[in-house]
């Protein structure tokens, strides 16, 4: 179970509540067989109200809408009723602080041939921040971004991530903490599950769309920025680049906010606490427990 579910874990599936020890998939999904598939990654907090509030649950099931549409999956849900579902599920599991994880998969399909349904599944867990709490060590991945003109890289597809898979065992198995991947003309793009930021001069620097997935937390960190007045830009740079950069911090749903110690064993110079990136960690870390009400009236 690898302390993603017990015994009496319940996951929504299909419309129901069911125990996720009983749930059953075919093992001849197209998903299972192809990565044919689309999820999203979710997290809920205990807001300093004591409620439990699901972290931007618009923008993620409408960015797993377009996903589905994207790769021609069957999508049947409204926003709401996945929202709904969410705090269910959060609910009948107990929990607060959580991660999240709703996925469409497809049904039993060996062929390419388009699929008129689809089912949904989600689940939620708790989780420590992703990539723990400290400073995390990158190597550059001989692994690139895939080329934009052979997939949706916009879409969260479950099959992307096999690219992140490698480049994330790679980094580990050379004794760094994560990978940094590139796109295919050498820019650094982004990490093998969040997105990039570097400072440099006190201004911030993120690569821009098109060999990304920008994130929603990427989103939230743009606007962080712009109420704490902190400049910001999207442009190219090189790990080279990168290298003399003051500071560094990767960002996504599993990783929140974390700073970057060093690229290929090149420190960044400047102390992580006088970093933007610092603040906009402590900001980040603010901003997602704020009550539900807060976020509705935004």
Same mark, same amino acid.
């Given at each position: 179970?690898?302390?993603?579910?017990?015994?009496?874990?319940?996951?929504?599936?299909?419309?129901?509540?069911?125990?996720?020890?009983?749930?059953?998939?075919?093992?001849?999904?197209?998903?299972?067989?192809?990565?044919?598939?689309?999820?999203?990654?979710?997290?809920?907090?205990?807001?300093?109200?004591?409620?439990?509030?699901?972290?931007?649950?618009?923008?993620?099931?409408?960015?797993?809408?377009?996903?589905?549409?994207?790769?021609? +999956?069957?999508?049947?849900?409204?926003?709401?009723?996945?929202?709904?579902? !969410?705090?269910?599920?959060?609910?009948?599991?107990?929990?607060?602080?959580?991660?999240?994880?709703?996925?469409?998969?497809?049904?039993? =399909?060996?062929?390419?041939?388009?699929? !008129?349904?689809?089912?949904?599944?989600?689940?939620?867990?708790?989780?420590?921040?992703?990539?723990?709490?400290?400073?995390?060590?990158?190597?550059?991945?001989?692994?690139?971004?895939?080329?934009?003109?052979?997939? &949706?890289?916009?879409?969260?597809?479950?099959?992307?991530?096999? =690219?992140?898979?490698?480049?994330?065992?790679?980094? &580990?198995?050379?004794?760094?903490?994560?990978?940094?991947?590139?796109?295919?003309?050498?820019?650094?793009?982004?990490?093998?599950?969040?997105?990039?930021?570097?400072?440099?001069?006190?201004?911030?620097?993120?690569?821009?769309? /098109?060999?990304?997935?920008? /994130?929603?937390?990427?989103?939230?960190?743009?606007?962080?920025?712009?109420?704490?007045?902190?400049?910001?830009?999207? &442009?190219?740079?090189?790990?080279?680049?990168? &290298?003399?950069?003051?500071?560094?911090?990767?960002?996504? !749903?599993?990783?929140?906010? +974390?700073?970057?110690?060093?690229?290929?064993?090149?420190?960044?110079?400047?102390?992580?606490?006088? !970093?933007?990136?610092?603040?906009?960690?402590?900001?980040?870390?603010?901003?997602?427990?704020?009550?539900?009400?807060?976020?509705?009236?935004?």
């Amino acid at each position: 179970m690898a302390g993603y579910y017990n015994a009496d874990t319940i996951l929504f599936l299909d419309g129901e509540y069911v125990k996720a020890a009983e749930a059953k998939i075919d093992l001849f999904s197209q998903t299972m067989h192809y990565g044919y598939g689309v999820f999203e990654g979710i997290r809920s907090y205990e807001s300093s109200t004591g409620e439990t509030v699901v972290f931007k649950s618009t923008e993620h099931y409408e960015r797993l809408q377009k996903s589905a549409e994207a790769l021609n +999956i069957p999508f049947t849900y409204s926003v709401e009723s996945l929202t709904e579902a !969410t705090y269910e599920v959060l609910r009948q599991n107990k929990l607060g602080d959580a991660y999240i994880r709703p996925l469409i998969f497809l049904p039993a =399909n060996m062929s390419f041939n388009p699929n !008129t349904s689809s089912h949904l599944l989600i689940t939620a867990w708790e989780m420590q921040p992703f990539l723990g709490e400290n400073l995390v060590r990158l190597m550059t991945s001989s692994f690139q971004r895939p080329n934009p003109k052979g997939f &949706k890289i916009h879409a969260k597809a479950c099959g992307h991530y096999v =690219n992140s898979i490698m480049a994330s065992h790679e980094a &580990k198995a050379n004794g760094y903490d994560e990978a940094l991947l590139l796109d295919m003309n050498g820019y650094a793009a982004e990490g093998p599950g969040a997105n990039l930021f570097i400072e440099v001069d006190g201004v911030l620097f993120t690569p821009p769309a /098109g060999h990304i997935l920008t /994130g929603i937390t990427r989103n939230t960190v743009l606007e962080i920025a712009d109420e704490l007045d902190i400049p910001i830009a999207e &442009k190219h740079f090189t790990p080279e680049e990168m &290298k003399r950069a003051d500071s560094a911090f990767y960002c996504g !749903t599993a990783a929140e906010v +974390i700073g970057i110690q060093s690229l290929d064993d090149t420190v960044f110079a400047k102390p992580w606490q006088q !970093t933007q990136g610092a603040r906009i960690q402590k900001a980040y870390k603010a901003l997602v427990r704020q009550p539900l009400e807060a976020f509705s009236n935004m």
